[in-house]
């Protein structure tokens, strides 16, 4: 099993920045890929952007060159960089770990980004 942990939520005002955390432990070797994922407010939850273990990544479009994803293998942790913050980034951010057979999902933290 692997167990997530995301951190780094709050609130700010649009054009700021926001860093969140995602730590990880238990079978971490297992994990092929990490991402975060986002649900707003009333809709469903949509991918954000994700890293693999070779350090390739992807982003949705509505965030490109504005997030940046990565990863410190040394604390095991995945961390998205958010700047220039909208209120359409406002949403519940949930960290994803993805295996060959399963994925876990963690508790998730609120972002919410004022006007």
């Known amino acids: 099993q692997v167990q997530l942990v995301e951190s780094g939520g709050g609130l700010v005002q649009a054009g700021g920045s926001l860093r969140l955390s995602c730590a990880a432990s238990?079978?971490?070797?297992?994990?092929?890929?990490v991402g975060w994922y986002r649900q707003p407010p009333g809709k469903q939850r949509e991918l954000v952007a994700t890293i693999t273990t070779s350090g390739s990544t992807n982003y949705a479009d509505s965030v490109k060159g504005r997030f940046t994803i990565s990863k410190d293998n040394a604390k095991n942790t995945v961390y998205l960089q958010m700047n220039s913050l909208k209120p359409e980034d406002t949403a519940v951010y949930y960290c994803?770990?993805?295996?060959?057979?399963?994925?876990?999902w963690g508790q998730g933290t609120q972002v919410t980004i004022s006007s």
């Open positions: 994803n770990a993805e295996l060959t057979w399963t994925n876990y």
């Open positions: 238990g079978s971490i070797f297992s994990i092929n890929a």
